[in-house]
């Protein structure tokens, strides 16, 4: 019976995951460093990204990101507004952290179709 349930919560997991990557609904997180990208991450799975060591700690969390914790003096990027949308963004200008939405790919065939 157990292992029913479980089988069947691997299934539902499965069939969510393939259904958020083929829509595309889901937006990234992409985190920069001096102008250089490292690295891109699903909005919809919560997690904790550490930057640059750990000088600025990126929190993603419901379906919005926000720096949790930052090195630098002003705390600018601490203090900012958690973003969500396309094209919104954080940016730490004294460690030059910065966190950037990107649109998702449903966004991409809506301009091809039109
Ligand atoms: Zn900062």
Redesign the pocket.
């Known amino acids: 019976m157990l292992l029913a349930v479980l089988f069947l919560l691997a299934a539902a997991a499965l069939f969510f995951w393939t259904v958020t990557y083929f829509t595309g609904s889901a937006e990234s997180v992409v985190i920069s460093v001096h102008g250089e990208k490292t690295g891109e991450y699903d909005l919809a799975f919560d997690q904790e990204i550490s930057v640059c060591g750990g000088s600025?700690i990126v929190q993603i969390k419901d379906g919005r990101v926000f720096?949790k914790s930052?090195s630098?003096k002003?705390?600018?990027?601490?203090n900012h507004a958690p973003i969500e949308k396309g094209n919104e963004q954080i940016v730490?200008?004294?460690?030059q952290?910065l966190v950037q939405i990107t649109e998702g790919r449903e966004s991409e065939i809506d301009i091809v179709a039109n």
């Open positions: 600025n720096m930052a630098c002003n705390q600018y990027c601490v730490c200008l004294p460690n952290v």
